[in-house]
C-alpha cells in the first residue's frame, strides 16, 4: 500500500517546476497528511481521491505558489542543447571558410600569360562576407544556449 502512496508523491514532484528544497518540503507536506488520514481511518485511495490525481494536484500546487507548471523546464534543456549545437555548427562553417580563403586578400586571384601575371581583383556584389555572419550566428546561439541551460540548472536547485 505504501507504494501507492509513494507513486503518487513521485509524480506530482516530478511534474512540479521547483527547487529541490522547495520539493523537499512538498513531500514532508504529502506524508503529514497521508499519515494524519491513515489515524483517522482512510486509506490511501481514499486520501488520494480526495487529493484528486496527481496531476491535478501538480496544477493546483503550481497556481498556489506561483511557479510555471509542467514540461517548461525540460523545454529549457532542450531549446539549451539544440542552440549549442546549432552554434557549434555555425562556428565550424566559419572555421571551414576562413581556413579555405586563406589569406585576408583570398579574394586576389592570380593569372598570367607568358609575360607576366595579371592580378584581378573578384569582390562580393553586397559587400557582406558570409564568415562573418556565420561566426556571429554562431556566438549568438551559443549564447543564448548557455541562457538557457542556466534557467534550467537554477530550475533544478
Known amino acids: 500500500m505504501k507504494d501507492i502512496k509513494e507513486k503518487y508523491i513521485s509524480d506530482v514532484l516530478k511534474m512540479l517546476s521547483v527547487p529541490r528544497s522547495k520539493k523537499r518540503e512538498i513531500a514532508r507536506d504529502l506524508h503529514e497528511a497521508f499519515t494524519s488520514a491513515l489515524e483517522h481511518g482512510e486509506t490511501y485511495e481514499q486520501v488520494i481521491e480526495r487529493f484528486g490525481s496527481s496531476d491535478a494536484l501538480a496544477k493546483s500546487l503550481s497556481v498556489e505558489l506561483g511557479v510555471p507548471y509542467g514540461k517548461q523546464r525540460t523545454f529549457c534543456l532542450i531549446l539549451g542543447i539544440l542552440l549549442l549545437i546549432i552554434g557549434s555548427v555555425f562556428v565550424a562553417i566559419y572555421m571551414i571558410i576562413s581556413t579555405t580563403t586563406g ?21 562580393p556584389s553586397d559587400g557582406i562576407d558570409s564568415s562573418i555572419v556565420f561566426l556571429s550566428l554562431g556566438i549568438i546561439a551559443i549564447i543564448l544556449s548557455i541562457a538557457f541551460l542556466i534557467v534550467y540548472i537554477r530550475k533544478r536547485r
Open 103 to 123: 589569406l585576408p586578400n583570398s579574394n586576389l586571384g592570380i593569372i598570367g600569360g607568358s609575360d607576366g601575371p595579371t592580378q584581378i581583383l573578384v569582390s
